[in-house]
């Protein structure tokens, strides 16, 4: 059954796909949309104040701004290459009335590229309508978070997932931060998938993505910082950090120069 907003509203004239090259240092100022924005970066992390909150946005996850969202990406301090992708409100309103973030596949992330290519191309429109239709349903079924460190109220999870963030205790192994807790190991497993859509240990390694983050521009050095997060070896955390960010975190520290 074909949604009901495609019966009405053509795909090439509610669904648009922008490409922009941010510099070092450029400047945002706050904006809101009539449209909702899906924002992702293809190099590197986007950093958003949006309405007041703090959200991150590493490459494998997007951002949806619902439309008259008022926002403004961070500071800028390193090239970032960033899709907008643009939806009427007949299309977006099933991503919801409120900010939130959606891990996307390589696959995404190489379709999008394709309908750029298109564009600058000015394919056949009906091609171009197909592509946007795969577009509209691969963000359909895109898992979605409030967060990208989502969090929660439940009592039992609450104070774990404080603890489970507090860099002091990074070093220590999942097992070792449970045990002061009296709960099985399983249900706060279970607790977290409930509760936040994550793994406990995903989640976590989300909060030591934004511990690092934070420590690397006030000049932490790479193997002081892999050794805070429990680390070993800096080659290992070097290969966590671009996993989740696109980037090593001697990038980063380049671009904050």
Sequence with gaps: MKHAATEQFPFLHGIEVHEFLYQKDDIVTPHSSL???????????????IEGKYYLSPPSYGLWLPPRTEHQSLPVEHEIHYICIRLHPNFGAFLGDICRCFSIEPFFRALVLQIL??????????????????????????????HYLPQTTHPILSPILEKLSDPNLF???????????SVSERHVLRLSQQELQLSLSEWRNRAKIIFAISQIRQGMTIKQLAFALGYHHSSSFIEFFKRYTGQTPIQLKNAAL
């Design 171 to 181: 070093n220590a192994s999942l097992q070792q931060v449970l045990h002061g807790f």
């Design 35 to 49: 449209w909702g924005d899906f924002n992702f970066s293809l190099n590197g992390t986007l950093e958003f104040d």
């Design 117 to 146: 290519e298109q564009q600058k191309h000015q394919a056949a429109p009906e091609y171009l309508e197909h592509l946007l239709q795969v577009l509209f349903d691969q963000l359909k079924q895109a898992p979605a978070y409030s």
